[in-house]
């Protein structure tokens, strides 16, 4: 039998946990308004483009094009070019979003953008990723659901727990952000501003851990495209040679992906200069995004002429 | 299994529910601590759990044996056998990479090829704590100071107790292992009280320790090219560091221990607030520095002859103790030259009692002291974190260049003002406390309960917006 002793010390537990979320919960509130970001490095509140993006996508309704993926979607996919060759489209990427968050995304918003082809930009990285700073980029952008509550649980991370909490809170008191942001372009895509190069620098090897996590929620996103009767395909966009020839075992990526259905590297398809087209590593620049674009609309123009509005 | 993971704070409840559910069966809730404590440390790697029953099956019959054999021969005989299986895992396991490489270059010194080949041992977590443990056991029998358990279960329970198994404090037989005969009672303020001083180790290692290692790495790692006052920051942030950690842990264990009943001794009483070397020594890592003390200072010859040797002798073991490396050896031997002109000077326990004791602030004279104290033993640190004794050497002599005086660096001044006003949190709580076991055991301890409960609250919160997000292993496992 347990003794009353132990007893009272668990219903103290208990009533000092009920303290600390009331406590916790008004010092996060406390911290995150009076202190500077740098300076709670387990809270992130600072809102970014994302956040322009999913107030965006609110007013978007049937596009042709829905691209997902990370920055090399949101920085690789000039939405605006689209524009001009007719497709409209919708660049949904987010900052090293993994497909734990584009599934909370697609959840939220693929009925409502009813699109006629998902992009879906993979890029091995996102696949060894935790989705931390994804997940937090998502808390702090988009209105929180019972999705993004599953999310923080699962990704056991203090950050998140902390952001999630601050942002509900917050949200009470404060329901909308002003942000400005210059490179933000409607419909999603983010531009580089002044004319940037990368510098050539080699690049240190790196083995591609695949997180068993993301292959999950990968094969559950396209899944739940098939079931919606939605086509993809899965699209690699192009980084420097130095970069792309770093990862050691990217055959095995290819493979892989490839398994999954139609799968187009643009890595092996485009020739483009490392210290021309691209701002840094794995980013392009303006002169890069206007080559893989054009390129990419030419393959769309050959193989889904039934796309454009 | 480590203390600041998800998997403890899952499986310390789990763990206590059915400790106290056997209370009435004492041998019962032995064996569960020791089935316990073996899934904790199994936890890491259950490769090495043979080690920790090899170990105890050897000491508990060897100590039988020896109360079967009166002759002091035969006891003699058994304590070796006890002392040698002890030291003999100790030294495979810690030391033999050391010793080879060190025979290879003495030979190649004097012109001798010797091939020696190093092996690729892991070392086990906490073979150097529980392997004193033991020991303490068979010394303690030998010198009849203790009469030898017939009961293996509540050996082994003591043998592997897990709280304090990994990175002690390292229990003498004499104070843990009779708590394992008596039946234990559940205090409700023991347990309250152990709660609070698990609290206060988890600020200290993943606020206090975590935060000033970042700092302290990213320093010690580029010693080179820091000015000297940044490279004299670094050495501050390792010592707060590894107070933080160290002490943090055997205040998580000790608190853990209360939870279950039982007392351990105190491992650290405020070093950092004493004002010559020879406190700092009596405050910091007690239960090795008195192990020492008992069973190889006194059969030295303690204080009653050559006792300029054994204090060396003792401090020199003391550091090689802590890791096979030159680096610690030199570490315990700048140490000693610290304390033995205390010694000689008969000034080594001038200071016995608390800092400024019922004064509120410490007089200049006593700060100057601290802060002296404090300096002189963070200088020693940098042999402790350095990678060797060049390493050190270098660090020390760039440290004490002229822009010793100068501001730190920008690009680490910039980083570290929350850390700063954690520090200086910190050490203010500490010696508001300095006059209990840990620092907030009795702070605010008569006011009002919502006054403590929001203190607590503050702790939690600065623990979660501080905390690293991976989980960082304690310093001491790899002693």
Redesign the interface.
Known sequence: ???I??I??IK??LI?SV??II??TL??FL?GSVLKPK?????VYKVGHNYLRLQEVRQTSNVDLLFLGSSHAYRGFDTRIFRVSNYKAFNLGSSSQTPIQTLILIDRYLKKLNPKLVVFEVNPMVFASDG?ESGLDLIVSDNNDRHSLKMVFNQ????L??TYLYTLVNSIFNDTAYVKNKAYKKGGYVAKLKPAYFNGEEQDKTLITFNENQIKSFETILRRLNKNGINYILVQAPVTSLKYNSYSNIKAFNSLMASYGDYYNYNEVLNLNDTIDFYDSHHLNQTGVNIFNKAFINFLDNNFQDLKE | MLFNSIDFVIFIPIVFLIYWLLNSHLRAQNLFVAISSYVFYGWWDYRFLFLIFFSTVVDFYIAKNMQKYRGPKVRKLLLVCSLFTNLGLLGVFKYYNFFVENFNQAFTFLGYHVNGSSLNIVLPVGISFYTFQTLSYTIDVYRSKLQPTPNFVSFAAFVSFFPQLVAGPIERATNLLPQFYKSRKFEYTNAVDGLRQILWGLFKKMVIADNCALYADMIFNNSESYSGSTLALGAVFFAFQIYGDFSGYSDIAIGTSRLFGFNLMQNFAFPYFSRDVAEFWRRWHISLSTWFRDYLYIPLGGSRYHKVRNVFVIFLVSGFWHGANWTFIIWGAINALYFIPLLLAKRNRVNTSIVAENKRLPSPKELFNIITTFSLVTIAWVFFRAESISHALIFIRDMFSLDLLSLPVYSIRKLIYPIVVLLAFFVVVEWFGRKDKYAIENLLKNKFTPIRWAFYTLIIFLIGMYMQTEETPFIYFQF
């Open positions: 039998m347990m003794s002793q132990i009272n010390l103290r537990i000092f303290f600390l406590g916790y010092l996060l911290f300076h709670l490095p387990n809270l931390v056991k991370n203090i950050k727990y902390n």
